[in-house]
T-cell receptor
Framework: IAGITQAPTSQILAAGRRMTLRCTQD?????MYWYRQDLGLGLRLIHY???????GKGEVPDGYSVSRANTDDFPLTLASAVPSQTSVYFC??????????????FGPGTRLTVL | GQNIDQPTEMTATEGAIVQINCTYQ??????LFWYQQHAGEAPTFLSY??LDGLEEKGRFSSFLSRSKGYSYLLLKELQMKDSASYLC??????????WGAGTKLIIKP
């Protein structure tokens, strides 16, 4: 069982380019999340999806878009990358049935550098 | 407003005990998580508290006081591998998870 995977592991991107970060989970979790983590700021929620077919905006959604066509996949797209989007991006999933099932499980992360 | 406070950094000695505190002010409360994150890696789940009191799991324990908006993570018999960041997170009434910035724990021999 892989759990939750992300691709690529790392990427250097020119400003203005379009980029999609991939996230796949095999735990059949209802909910999925995208976070960015910057030094000293902790994890900040970009977008989330409570179930396939629905998405919502988190704390820092500007410049990012997501889709949830099925249960397993939750790609994050940067339409036109800017240097301030340089960060480590984590995808997470949870069963989200309440209580301890709200525990989020994280992918290994994608380290993105925008030049 | 929403706020979770943790110390930025703590230092402890191998074999000792350390307590990492977390205070929170959030819109409602549906539980509190502690996660461990080693440098360059993803956060991993440590504990979940929703009722007041102490939850013990081996060398790690987590305490919650909802009336005080306070939790702590207690690590006993510290090992060098416990050097990591420890993240406190609270589930609000809308079931969104709010994260603290994390406490970097440095273990010295």
């Amino acid at each position: 069982i892989a759990g939750i995977t992300q691709a690529p592991t790392s990427q250097i991107l020119a400003a203005g380019r379009r980029m999609t970060l991939r996230c796949t989970q095999d735990m059949r979790h209802n909910a999925m999340y995208w976070y960015r983590q910057d030094l000293g700021l902790g994890l900040r929620l970009i977008h989330y999806s409570n179930t396939a077919g629905t998405t919502g905006k988190g704390e820092v959604p500007d410049g990012y878009s997501v889709s949830r066509a099925n249960t397993d996949d939750f790609p994050l797209t940067l339409a036109s990358a800017v240097p301030s989007q340089t960060s480590v991006y984590f995808c997470a999933s949870s069963d989200s049935s309440g209580g301890a099932s709200d525990t989020q499980y994280f992918g290994p992360g994608t380290r993105l550098t925008v030049l | 407003g929403q706020n979770i406070d943790q110390p930025t950094e703590m230092t402890a000695t191998e074999g000792a005990i350390v307590q990492i505190n977390c205070t929170y002010q959030t819109s409602g409360f549906n539980g509190l998580f502690w996660y461990q994150q080693h440098a360059g890696e993803a956060p991993t789940f440590l504990s979940y508290n929703v009722l007041d009191g102490l939850e013990e799991k081996g060398r790690f324990s987590s305490f919650l006081s909802r009336s005080k908006g306070y939790s702590y993570l207690l690590l006993k018999e510290l090992q060098m591998k416990d050097s990591a960041s420890y993240l406190c997170a609270v589930i609000e009434s809308n079931y969104q998870l709010i994260w603290g910035a994390g406490t970097k724990l440095i273990i010295k021999p």
